[in-house]
């Protein structure tokens, strides 16, 4: 089905997508009908010019003119031809995928054994494939029907709880989405300790490895010096403490509710493979779902963002990068320049980052709330193999607080480092024997102190 007729709906049932199939199906034959009238007409049209020419022209003119008009239409019917089979191939391939290409690149295995067909199929289906179960899972639909009832008014709740109840009578298991082969592969993937399957970093990829090796390279991860030991836990005494300060704060009465923990969790600790490097380094995650301070710093994270993006330095998405490079000429001696530092939350400094925000009470943000954003920057401990871990510095690499902060921070910095250029940046040199001297004088002329902690590319045209 081309994507130009195919019709989408937030309604997902299975009656729905029925209806879709059949009106996207009908779209598309009237596409077809429509496109066949067109080429009668202009068959028709192409008849009445034949033979309008072949009254007016002589004979050496006309066949002049119908040797041109011949080869050319028959360059531009190959040309068409050629790029609607590339287009439906394309199509085909995305929609329909088999074993090929397709799987290759989307499951990477970094074991010594070799995956069979029916593991290889079922992990290509990515990491969010849902499983159709062989059951309606009624327990777990009423109690969760239940927790999110039970502050509603009792008649509306009993309302809720009587269509509930007739839907789960009629609902019937859906048709299974996998074969008994793909089903008998994950029991073995489940079964095997010795191995991991975990998505990729980039790409969307799906990497199996060795359990063995992951560790290793977690355990290298944690004993840098960003990462010390903890011989307690500290989640109750984070818990206390957000709530004390949750409750002491300007935050609207009704909006504590929501932020205060309920049965919260450590915070845990995993990592992602860069496959796309050399070595297939791990990406190191801290996982602050259910965290004490994790419904806290989303809350201030909305709050934080509107002040982001206000600087000429700032690039929405790689849309507004290619609009912002149409503006720009280049010359033969002109060389455009990246500026990238790595592991970009826990390079952060937390308290030039502090400064920052407190710096926007000015601009209408809550005084308290910095100190609110303080408390959930320096609560950075996590989970890993029963052992507790604190973050030594740095914002921790999955709070929903880091990316906000993080570009507060670097937006600051950016606009420090272009206001302390003066242009040219480089003096006349050699460019391609003098590289390192470049990188030199690059240094030099960025006066800040906290350089290390520059995570971020900014784009700069700078002459030679």
């Known amino acids: 089905m081309p994507t130009c007729v195919q019709i989408k709906h937030h309604l997902d049932t299975r009656q729905a997508k029925r209806i879709l199939q ?125 927790s999110a009832i039970r502050r509603l008014p009792k008649t509306e709740a009993d309302a809720i709880r009587e269509d509930v109840a007739a839907t789960l009578r009629k609902a019937r298991p859906p048709k299974q989405n996998t074969t008994g082969a793909e089903r008998m592969a994950l029991r073995k993937l489940k079964e095997n300790t010795k191995i991991l399957v975990l998505p990729a970093d980039k790409g969307n990829a799906t990497v199996v490895m060795k359990r063995e090796e992951y560790d ?61 490097k050399e070595g297939i380094p791990l990406r190191p995650i801290v996982s602050q779902i259910d965290a004490p301070t994790y419904h806290l710093a989303r809350y201030l994270a909305r709050h934080l963002q509107p002040y982001v993006g206000k600087t000429s330095s700032h690039v929405k998405n790689s849309a507004h990068f290619v609009e912002i490079l149409q503006g720009v000429t280049m010359e033969d001696k002109d060389i455009m320049v990246s500026f990238d530092v790595e592991s970009l939350f826990t390079n952060v400094p937390i308290n030039n980052s502090l400064e920052i925000i407190r710096g926007l009470q000015t601009k209408g943000f809550p005084e308290d709330y910095a100190t609110l954003v303080e408390f959930c920057l320096r609560k950075t401990y996590f989970t890993w193999n029963g ?33 302390s250029y003066s242009t040219p940046l480089f003096p006349e040199m050699d460019l391609p024997q003098e590289k390192h001297q470049i990188e030199q004088l690059a240094v030099a002329r960025i006066e800040a102190k906290s350089l290390q902690h520059l995570q971020s590319r900014a784009t700069a045209h700078l002459p030679s």
Request: charged fraction near 30%; include cysteine.
């Open 22 to 146: 059949r009106a996207s199906g009908a779209l598309l034959r009237e596409r077809i009908q429509h496109t066949r009238r067109s080429l009668s007409e202009c068959s028709e049209q192409l008849l009445a010019l034949h033979l309008e020419l072949g009254r007016i022209l002589n004979a050496a003119d006309w066949d002049t003119i119908d040797r041109i008009t011949y080869d050319s239409s028959r360059n531009t019917q190959s040309s068409t031809r050629e790029k609607q089979e590339n287009k439906y191939e394309k199509l085909h391939s995305r929609q329909h995928p088999t074993s090929g290409p397709y799987k290759d690149h989307s499951v990477i295995n970094l074991t010594d054994s070799p995956l069979d067909e029916a593991t290889n199929a079922i992990l290509s289906k990515g990491l969010n494939f849902a499983l159709a179960p062989k059951a309606i899972p009624t327990e777990k639909i009423i109690t969760g029907v239940e």
């Open 387 to 419: 052992q507790i871990y604190e973050q030594a510095e740095g914002a921790s690499m999955g709070s929903p607080l880091s990316p906000v902060v993080a570009n507060l921070f670097m937006e600051k910095f950016e606009a420090e480092a272009m206001d």
């Open 216 to 276: 290793s390279k977690v355990r290298a991860l944690l004993q840098e010096t960003t990462y010390r030991v903890l011989r307690t836990d500290p989640t109750a005494k984070t818990i206390r403490e957000a709530k004390e300060i949750i409750k002491k704060s300007s935050i609207p009465r009704e909006e504590q509710r929501t932020l205060l923990p309920t049965a919260p969790k450590p915070p845990r600790f995993y990592g992602l493979p860069k496959v796309h």
